[in-house]
């Protein structure tokens, strides 16, 4: 009798000692837990401070983007929570920003690369690399390069600008232009897809109104070339987009009304008057009889679903 209430007792010690150990286990994981789920959600405060620090710098910059693109205001900070934001690699359309968020000495760090590309639609000529400018070729207005603008022969440029720092502009919504295109029925294209394109070697009558002229099937860069008697009517003049997501080679006799995206590279050769932006990623060759005009025009300079003004082109997180 004795051994067994020995026996009990020596369990019940047990029980005991195994009750405290796992609660004391239990206690702490729920203390970590807590600390980790805290501090998480710590940094996803911090975290949307330097979000909000981000998009104030944007805010300031697009409303007054001095020469410097300077933003010393943006520098809130009250009992470790909050943001500091700083810019610096600053070139002409162009700036890097970091913003840091703070919360509970918590800190996030982001990064972006801040571009204005007011100028892209307001100018006869934009290429997001270089422009080669030859012959007789006459062009009025701005004629804006991310790059190096040549220039030879006898040809005129009103108001070159080069080494701007701006890329090429991104589509950001071609499914409208795409939808537009396909509900376009002239310029000699009235079948089911009107003036929707994927590659190939479409033929057109005139250009008015959207031609979208997309990738080859296989996914490789269309390559067209326009060198008919060819123009845009007057009456069309203020709703004509042609968007090609490849190379073009404009030549012949040619009168073109309008906006002109390319997505690749761009070449005007021959006898070709143009009213509108040409915008490209490359334009490799001016020349000939071209005589290139600006056009103030409300729907080109700022068009639908195009990045346009000043934005935010690049973004990631960085080691606080």
Not at 183 to 201: P, R
Not at 241 to 258: D, H
Request: charged fraction near 15%; glycine fraction near 10%.
């Amino acid at each position: 009798m004795l051994n067994q209430k020995g026996f009990v007792f020596e369990v019940t010690i047990f029980v005991v000692a195994a009750v405290c150990l796992f609660s004391a286990v239990f206690m702490g994981l729920v203390v970590f837990n807590t600390r980790t789920s805290r501090r998480i959600s710590y940094s996803a405060i911090a975290f949307y401070a330097a979000d909000g620090g981000m998009e104030r710098a944007v805010y300031y910059l697009r409303q007054d983007p001095d020469a410097d693109w300077s933003n010393d205001g943006a520098d809130p900070l009250f009992n470790e929570s909050g943001y500091r934001v700083r810019t610096y690699g600053a070139s002409k359309n162009s700036v890097k920003v970091e913003s840091l968020g703070t919360f509970q000495g918590v800190q996030r760090k982001i990064y972006s690369e801040i571009t204005n590309f007011d100028a892209v639609f307001t100018s006869t000529l934009f290429s997001g690399s270089y422009i080669g400018i030859e012959g007789n070729a006459d062009v009025e207005g701005n004629a804006v390069a991310s790059d190096t603008i040549y220039i030879s022969g006898s040809a005129s440029v009103e108001t070159p600008q080069a080494h701007t720092n701006v890329p090429l502009p991104e589509l950001t919504d071609p499914g409208y232009y795409i939808n537009k295109a396909v509900a376009n029925k002239m310029n000699g294209n009235s079948g089911a897809g009107g003036n929707y394109f994927q590659g190939g070697s479409p033929v057109f009558s005139s250009l008015n109104g959207v031609i979208f002229i997309d990738k080859n099937p296989d996914g490789s860069p269309a390559n067209i070339n326009i060198s008919a008697n060819i123009s845009t009517d007057v009456a069309w003049a203020d709703s004509t987009f042609l968007i090609i997501y490849g190379n073009l080679i404009i030549s012949g006799n040619v009168n073109f009304r309008g906006l002109l995206y390319v997505t690749g590279d761009l070449q005007i050769v021959g006898n070709v008057e143009t009213r509108g932006p040409l915008i490209a990623g490359s334009i490799s060759k001016v020349s000939g009889s071209t005589d290139l005009h600006c056009w103030s025009n409300p729907a080109y300079e700022d068009p639908h679903g195009f990045q346009s003004g000043v934005m935010a082109i690049k973004w990631m997180e960085l080691a606080p």
